[in-house]
């Protein structure tokens, strides 16, 4: 068999499957895995997604961290997109859903079980 090299705009695309709660550790690799497949010379990645959610502050990390990315990002959700998973998958240029995947979103609240003190600036 003999080789093809490649142009630069045929660069291949590299697939990733993310189906993890979002956290620190799950986000940290996530991001060196991606990093690692750009610095490969892939010029897009597909992310394939399903994520039960997690930490809003490393989702938020993860989704910058995507927009920040300088190839074509493709998100597709492979079964359940939940919470915080949202906005990681909304960081896609292009987003895919499989037919019977879902998404759920939910308010965000939290409970005191403490006196709260409240400051009052005029």
């Known amino acids: 068999m003999g080789s093809c090299k490649l142009r ?5 695309t590299a ?3 993310f ?3 979002v956290n620190p550790i799950t986000a940290q690799h996530f991001m060196a895995t991606c990093a690692n497949l750009v ?3 892939n010029n897009e990645l597909y992310l394939c997604l399903s994520s039960p959610g997690g930490e809003v502050a490393s989702g938020i990390t993860i989704y910058n961290f ?3 990315l300088p190839v ?3 998100t597709h959700n492979i079964g359940n997109i939940d919470s915080i998973g949202n906005a990681i998958f909304l960081s896609g240029e292009i987003r895919k859903a499989s037919p019977h995947s879902t998404f759920m979103f939910h308010g965000v609240g939290f409970e005191l079980n403490a006196p709260v003190t ?3 600036l005029a």
């Open 118 to 120: 409240t400051l009052v």
């Open 66 to 68: 995507i927009r920040g």
């Open 72 to 74: 074509n990002i493709i």
């Open 8 to 12: 630069d705009d045929e660069l291949p």
């Open 39 to 41: 610095n490969q010379g």
């Open 19 to 21: 189906h993890a709660p």
């Open 15 to 17: 697939y990733l499957i």
